[in-house]
């Protein structure tokens, strides 16, 4: 089953633009959901295959007006709420 962020072979998304000379984060909060992401690996809370298929289970219209980060977040607060992380309410 493809998912919408399986974009490989298909034409009409444009030419990639790579970002020269831009720094790793463009706000505070994408360094933050990093360090979140990498701590919560770390602690064995999910892995990173776990957390890339929370990335690709995202809404596709969710999924594309999403920022990287954006992403990131979405999967994180995904997997923390299904493994009850943080309690059941």
């Known amino acids: 089953m493809?998912?919408?962020n399986d974009v490989g072979g298909?034409?009409?998304f444009?030419?990639?633009e790579?970002?020269?000379d831009e720094p790793p984060f463009h706000a505070d909060w994408e360094a933050?959901?990093?360090a979140l992401n990498t701590a919560l690996v770390r602690s064995g809370v999910y892995t990173l295959d776990e957390f890339r298929d929370a990335v690709e289970r995202m809404a596709p219209a969710a999924y594309l007006s999403a920022s990287?980060?954006?992403r990131w977040?979405?999967?994180i607060e995904t997997l923390v709420a299904e493994r009850k992380?943080?309690?059941d309410g």
């Open 73 to 75: 977040l979405h999967a």
């Open 10 to 12: 298909q034409s009409g």
């Open 14 to 16: 444009g030419p990639l």
């Open 68 to 70: 990287y980060y954006e």
């Open 2 to 4: 493809s998912r919408v």
């Open 85 to 87: 992380v943080l309690g």
């Open 32 to 34: 933050r959901v990093y």
């Open 18 to 20: 790579i970002e020269a």
